[in-house]
C-alpha cells in the first residue's frame, strides 16, 4: 500500500484521498484534469500475483451523466483505504454497459503502458541477444528508442537491483513479443522479480513511475505470522495442496534448430541433497568455480553441471579448485550463473534421499525454439528443475483483518504459517492476494506457497511458448544443389563455391557427386589470310638550311591493302628546323602549325613535340599528328627555296621509300564442338573448405562418383563467409560436379 503526497488545491487547503476505514475509488478525468471521487462503486475485485499484471474489475451502480464522462476506456483508476492509503492504480481497458446508468469495468495496473507495446528495435520483430548484459537488454525493452545515452523510457527503470548490479550477460530472442513479456521473460530466465512501483504523486501521466527487477521482491524475514487455530487465530485456511502432479526430476531441453543441430541440454536431481548454483558464471576452461554451497562435497568428488562432469581437487568454503574439465569423456563448455550443480550420479543411481529416489524418475521434455544458445538453455533447465523437483506446496488464507494485512505486507514478502491441529509450521512465500469488496464487505485471501511463483502462471506462459513455437519457427532446415562443370587441368581448377548466409545457424550435412569427362573445346582453325601490305611515301627534297633555317616536311603514309595497291593516302605534316643544332646536320621536328595540303589553307594542329630526322635519309622513325585523309596531290612550301641544292630532288616529287610485307598467316576461327578423348590415368584431386584455405580430401580416378562426404572437411561453418569444394585435375579434362548442402537457417524477417 502506497502512502500518497498531500496535495494541496489552488485555495490552500490540505486535500486528502479517500476516507477512515473505507474503501474508495477515483478515476481521472482529463478533461478538468482532476481526479473524481465515485460513489456509484458498489463492488470491486483487485487481483496480485507475483511476476503479473494486477488487474482490477468494478462494477458501478445508478451512474450520473457526469461521471460517463470520465468512467471510460483508458481513464487512470485508483483505489484508497483510509486516508491517502492507496491500494492500487491502473488502467481501464473494458467498459460495459448493462443499462444505461449500470457498467462493469476492467483494467489492469500501470504494467499496461508496457504491455500495449510491441517490441521493435532497429525496425526488427525479431531481436536476438547473443551475450549480451541483462542491464542492457532490460533497459532497451522500456525504451522506446535504443540509446543507452538519452534513452526514451515508456516507464523509467529504478536505480536499485539489476540497474544498479547488472546481473551479468545473457542470450535470449524475441519473436513478436509485447514489452511486458519480453522482459518477464528476461526477469524469469535470471530468475528475478519484476514490478512496477507506482508514484506517490497523483498526476497519472507522471514520470515518477519506476519499474523494478531485482532478485527478490519483498523481503526474505518474515513480516507477518498467521496462526490457523487456537486462541491466537487470525486467518482461516481455505486450502493447501501438495502437489506432486508437476514435479520433476529430470529436465530435457531443446532450443532452436532440428534434427542433429537442434540445441539440447539436460540435467537431473540424482544427488540434490549434495548441491548448490554457480555464485558466478565460468568459461570452459577455468579451473577455479565460484558456488553456493559445498556441503556434502569433498576433495577428489566429481561434480555435474548440465551434462559436464568436473573431477574436483580441493574443496574450500565457496568454491572448487584444481578442477579438471571435462572429465570421462563429457565435454566442457560454458555456464551461467545460477546453474544447478551436484555431486555426480547418474541418473539411474541417485542417491537414497534425492527427488530421483523418493519420487522415482519424473521428467519433462521442454521445447522452447527462442533459446539461442546451450548457456541459457542450461540456466532455464536449471531453474525448471529446482521449482520442479520437490513437491509444490500452496497455502489459501482468508485473513481476519483484510485492510490490517494489506498495510502490512506485499505481494513476494514471506511470512509464517502455524496450525498446530493440522501439524503446519513454516515460513512462506506471499505469491499473490485477491482483495474483494461488495456493498462494504472486505475480504483478502492470500495465496502462499514455498516456490517463488504460482504454478498456474508457470503453466499459462507454458501455454504461451507452446502457442509461440507453432506460430513462429525460429528456422528450418533447408537443403540446396549447386552443381557448375567446366574444363579443368592441372593449372586451372573448377571451384565449386558457395557462400553461407548470416542466418545460418549449422551445417547438416555436405556430399559432392562428380563426373569425370573428356576435354571440350567449343572452336576449330580457318585457312591463312592472303598478304598483307602496307608502304611508306614521302615527299623528299634535297635541302642544306643553314642555321636558323625552318621548313616544312610532308610524310604520307598509304592505307594497309591487300595486293600491294594503294588508293588512299594518309597525310601528315609537320615544321622542321635546324636551329641550335650541332653540325651533325640532323633535322628537329618542332611544335607549331602545319599546312592542309588538301585545301592549301593554313590550320593549328596538336602539338607533335620533338623527334630526330636523319639528313637526306628519310625519316628515321615515326611520329603522331593530326592526319587527314584525301586523294588529292600532297605539295609543301618551305621558307628559303634558295638554300636548295639544284642537284636534289625537287619539292614536290614523291619518292616510296619503303614497302613492308607481311607473311601469310591465319587469322580466323571456326564454330564447333570437339570433345577429346578421356586420359586413361586421369585423376583429380579433391579439396574442401572455406574459400582460400581449402584442405584435402582424397584422390578420385573414377569417372562417375557420388555422395563423398564433406561435412567433416568443411568444418564449421560461419555465416557471411564463402566455402568452396575445388577440383584439382591431373590433366586436360571436363569436370561436372554437384553438392547436395543441407543446413540450419535462422528465421529473421
Known amino acids: 500500500m502506497t502512502t500518497l503526497t498531500k496535495t494541496i488545491s489552488s485555495s490552500s487547503v490540505v486535500k486528502y484521498f479517500g ?43 445508478a451512474i450520473t451523466d457526469t461521471e460517463k464522462v470520465y468512467i471510460k476506456e483508458n481513464s487512470h483508476i485508483m483505489f484508497f483505504y483510509g486516508l491517502d492509503q492507496r491500494i492500487f492504480r491502473g488502467i481501464i481497458q473494458k467498459v460495459t454497459y448493462g443499462t444505461a446508468w449500470n457498467c462493469e469495468a476492467k483494467g489492469i495496473g500501470e504494467e499496461l503502458r508496457i504491455l500495449n507495446k510491441e517490441f521493435i528495435k532497429d525496425n526488427d520483430k525479431r531481436i536476438q541477444y547473443t551475450n549480451t548484459s541483462a542491464k542492457t537488454i532490460a533497459q532497451e525493452m522500456l525504451a522506446l528508442n535504443s540509446t543507452t545515452t538519452s534513452p526514451n523510457y515508456i516507464i523509467t527503470p529504478t536505480t536499485s537491483g539489476l540497474f544498479s548490479s547488472d546481473w551479468g550477460d545473457y542470450s535470449m530472442r524475441v519473436e513478436y513479443g509485447n514489452r511486458l513479456k519480453s522482459i518477464a521473460e528476461l526477469a524469469n530466465g535470471i530468475k528475478y522479480d519484476w514490478w512496477v512501483n507506482c508514484s506517490a504523486t497523483l498526476n497519472p501521466t507522471t514520470s515518477d513511475d519506476r519499474f523494478n527487477i531485482a532478485s527478490l521482491k519483498g523481503t526474505s524475514t518474515p513480516v507477518m505470522a498467521f496462526c490457523i487455530s487456537g486462541s491466537n487465530s487470525n486467518a482461516n485456511m481455505d486450502s493447501k495442496e501438495t502437489d506432486t502432479g508437476y514435479l520433476v526430476n529430470y529436465v530435457d531441453i531443446l532450443g532452436y534448430g532440428d534434427g542433429i543441430n537442434q540445441l ?26 565460484n558456488i553456493s554451497s559445498t556441503t556434502g562435497f569433498s576433495d577428489g568428488d566429481i561434480i555435474r553441471i548440465a551434462e559436464e562432469q568436473i573431477n574436483v581437487a580441493t574443496v574450500s568454503a565457496t568454491q572448487f579448485t584444481g578442477c579438471v574439465r571435462g572429465t570421462n569423456s563429457t565435454t566442457a563448455k560454458v555456464h551461467q550463473k545460477g546453474v544447478y550443480y551436484e555431486k555426480y550420479f547418474a541418473y539411474t543411481s541417485p542417491t537414497t534421499d534425492s527427488s530421483l529416489a523418493t519420487y522415482g524418475q519424473m521428467d519433462n521434455h521442454i521445447t522452447d525454439r527462442t533459446l539461442i544458445d546451450i548457456t541459457t538453455a542450461e540456466k532455464i533447465a536449471s531453474d525448471y528443475l529446482l521449482d520442479h523437483k520437490d513437491p509444490i506446496v500452496r497455502i489459501r488464507l482468508n485473513t481476519s483483518d483484510p485492510m490490517s494485512v494489506l498495510q502490512t505486507i506485499q505481494v513476494g514478502d514471506y511470512v509464517t504459517v502455524t496450525d498446530a491441529e493440522a501439524g503446519i509450521t513454516g515460513s512462506y512465500r506471499i505469491i499473490g492476494f485477491i482483495f474483494t469488496g461488495e456493498y462494504g464487505m472486505l475480504n483478502l485471501e492470500l495465496e502462499l506457497s514455498n516456490k517463488t511463483e ?10 504461451d511458448q507452446a502457442e509461440t513455437m507453432q506460430k513462429y519457427m525460429t528456422g528450418a532446415t533447408n537443403i540446396y544443389q549447386i552443381s557448375t562443370y567446366e574444363n579443368a587441368d592441372g593449372s586451372n581448377y573448377l571451384n565449386l563455391r558457395f557462400y553461407a548466409p548470416d542466418d545460418l545457424i549449422a551445417m547438416n550435412t555436405i556430399k559432392a557427386s562428380f563426373r ?9 582453325a580457318a585457312g591463312s589470310e592472303p598478304d598483307k601490305s602496307r608502304g611508306t611515301q614521302a615527299m623528299s627534297f634535297d635541302w642544306d638550311p643553314a642555321e636558323g633555317d625552318s621548313g616544312c616536311l610532308g610524310l604520307a603514309i598509304d592505307d594497309v591493302q591487300s595486293g600491294g595497291t594503294f588508293s588512299t593516302h594518309v597525310w601528315k605534316y609537320a615544321f622542321i628546323d635546324r636551329s641550335n643544332l650541332s653540325a651533325t646536320r640532323y633535322f628537329r621536328l618542332a611544335t607549331g ?7 592549301g589553307a593554313g590550320t593549328t594542329v596538336n602539338n607533335i613535340g620533338s623527334f630526330n630526322l636523319a639528313y637526306r635519309q628519310g625519316i628515321a622513325g615515326s611520329f603522331i599528328d593530326t592526319t587527314d585523309r584525301h ?34 598467316h591465319g587469322h580466323q576461327t571456326g564454330f564447333a564442338i570437339t570433345t577429346q578423348s578421356l586420359s586413361a590415368t586421369a585423376s583429380v584431386a579433391l579439396y574442401a573448405g572455406e574459400e582460400g584455405s581449402e584442405t584435402f580430401v582424397g584422390t578420385y580416378s573414377n ?27 591431373n590433366n586436360e579434362m571436363r569436370v561436372e560436379a554437384n553438392a547436395y548442402v543441407k543446413c540450419f537457417i535462422q528465421s529473421r524477417d
Request: hydrophobic letters at 35%; a negative charge; aromatic letters at 12%.
Open 19 to 61: 476516507v477512515n476505514d473505507t474503501v474508495t475509488c477515483y478515476v481521472y478525468d482529463t478533461n478538468s484534469s482532476t481526479w473524481e471521487s465515485s460513489d456509484s462503486i458498489v463492488a470491486y475485485t483487485i487481483t496480485e500475483y507475483l511476476n503479473q499484471p494486477t488487474e482490477f474489475n468494478a462494477t458501478f451502480e
Open 264 to 289: 539440447h541440454t539436460f540435467t537431473y536431481a540424482a544427488a540434490d541433497n549434495i548441491s548448490g548454483t554457480l555464485s558466478s558464471s565460468m568459461n570452459a576452461t577455468q579451473t577455479k568455480i
Open 454 to 463: 504460482n504454478l498456474l502462471a508457470q503453466l499459462s506462459r507454458e501455454r
Open 516 to 524: 569425370l569427362l573428356g576435354f571440350r573445346a567449343y572452336s576449330i
Open 593 to 599: 602549325s602545319a599546312v592542309d595540303v588538301s585545301s
Open 631 to 664: 586523294d588529292d596531290t600532297g605539295w609543301f612550301q618551305v621558307s628559303d627555296t634558295s638554300d636548295f641544292d639544284s642537284g636534289g630532288v625537287g619539292y614536290g616529287d614523291e619518292q616510296i621509300i619503303g614497302i613492308d610485307t607481311l607473311a601469310s
Open 703 to 729: 569417372t562417375i562418383n557420388t555422395n563423398i562426404d564433406l561435412t567433416t572437411s568443411m568444418g564449421t561453418l560461419t555465416g557471411g563467409n564463402w566455402y568452396n569444394v575445388q577440383f584439382r585435375p
